[in-house]
């Protein structure tokens, strides 16, 4: 072992060692169907319209620490109750990191259903805490018993619930998720990344409950570059939360393209209502091919089983055919054999079933 690798097997935490650095597929030349993102760009008129108003930004200074301007228009964009307030972060996985950083650690538990956004377990690790996952059922569905079981047993400080759920899809009911945080003692935290696709937000529960949280982004809406995560509370949990932030977290052309696009929030809701029509049309074509299992959603992508042991193949022969999917089948044994697509345009979503029916003919 030469001198550096021994530098770093001394210095660097033994479970950092352990990890693997969190993957983003190379895209080059392809169809991107694998990472959520919204296929729209703005045209032509708006992106003029923009880049105007980037101009009159002074470089040479600090953004505003607070995102004051901003943070009241997000409070009134996402219509947000009374006695609510937003906090900003570098991205959703900003926030979830001080979140841990503010009631996590050694000898505290973190919480949250498996399979689901895998941030959660890596950012736990980070911060020294004990993770533990909740299994859904088969169906990705909660199991309320075995959960509350959990939570009795193991009094978790931090809980988090994907809604809808990332990577399955669906939304769990508002009763299930009351019912949880009734029973929590800590602090819960409902990751609504997708809820610009879903027939319901719990942003409302921020007021009814003093332990909940709501984490919204801008990423699944057109706005990925961005970078922008928002959470939705009570100032008293906010401020201490506030305490932990970096300062200047949010940069001057985040905060000036932010307020722009929601100035502009009609464009965003109408690509957001094209996608959800893109859906349903997909889903539809898919549950047509009679050797997958297609699972409902209420975000921007599809979960599909394919044919037992058939799914790495499956996705490889879609890569070389130009259409890049996330293949989920090694990830978790209730994934096995899955693959999840983005919900992109209707030229996109027709390429991609054309190559599956392909990749299906030849398997």
């Known amino acids: 072992m030469n001198l550096l690798k021994q530098r770093i ?38 992106q003029q319209e923009w880049l105007a108003e980037l101009q009159t930004i002074s470089l040479n200074r600090y953004p505003d620490p607070e995102c004051r301007s901003l943070r009241d228009e997000i409070l009134a964009y996402f219509n947000a109750p009374t006695d609510v307030d937003v906090l900003l972060g570098n991205g959703s996985d900003e926030l979830i990191s001080l979140l841990m950083q503010l009631v996590a650690g050694p000898q505290r538990t973190v919480c949250s259903f498996s399979p689901s956004f895998v941030m959660y377990q890596l950012i736990a690790c980070y911060t020294h805490s004990q993770y533990l996952e909740i299994p859904l059922t088969p169906q990705f569905t909660i199991d309320l018993n075995a959960t509350l079981d959990t939570i009795q047993r193991h009094q978790p400080e931090l809980i988090f619930i994907a809604r809808p759920n990332n990577p399955t899809g669906n939304c769990f009911a508002t009763e299930e998720i009351t019912t949880i945080v009734d029973a929590a003692d800590g602090l819960v935290i409902i990751d609504e990344a997708y809820h610009a696709f879903a027939d319901s937000s719990l942003l409302p529960l921020c007021v009814e409950y003093p332990n909940v949280l709501v984490l919204h982004t801008l990423s699944k809406v057109g706005l990925a570059g961005l970078r922008l995560g928002m959470l939705f509370g009570r100032n008293e949990w906010l401020n201490e939360l506030n305490k932990i932030r970096l300062p200047y977290n949010i940069g001057s052309l985040t905060q000036a393209t932010t307020s722009f696009a929601l100035r502009k929030g009609t464009q965003i809701h109408a690509q957001v209502e094209t996608l959800k029509q893109e859906r349903e049309k997909l ?35 879609l890569k070389a055919s130009g259409i890049l999917l996330k293949n989920l089948s090694h990830s978790h044994p209730l994934l096995k054999d899955c693959l999840r697509v983005t919900v992109s345009t209707a030229e996109q979503n027709q390429a991609f079933l054309t190559a599956l029916k392909q990749a299906l003919d030849g398997n």
Not at 14 to 26: F, H, K, M, R, W
Not at 286 to 299: D, F, G, H, Q, W
């Open 283 to 317: 889903s539809i074509a898919l549950n047509k091919i009679s050797c997958l299992t297609v699972y409902p959603s209420e975000a921007n992508f599809i979960l599909f089983r394919t044919p037992t042991e058939s799914a790495s193949d499956i996705f490889t022969r």
């Open 9 to 46: 097997t001394k210095l660097v935490r033994g479970e950092i060692q352990n990890l693997t650095a969190y993957q983003v597929q190379d895209a080059t030349d392809l169809i991107k169907l694998d990472a959520m993102e919204s296929p729209f760009d703005w045209p032509g008129n708006l």
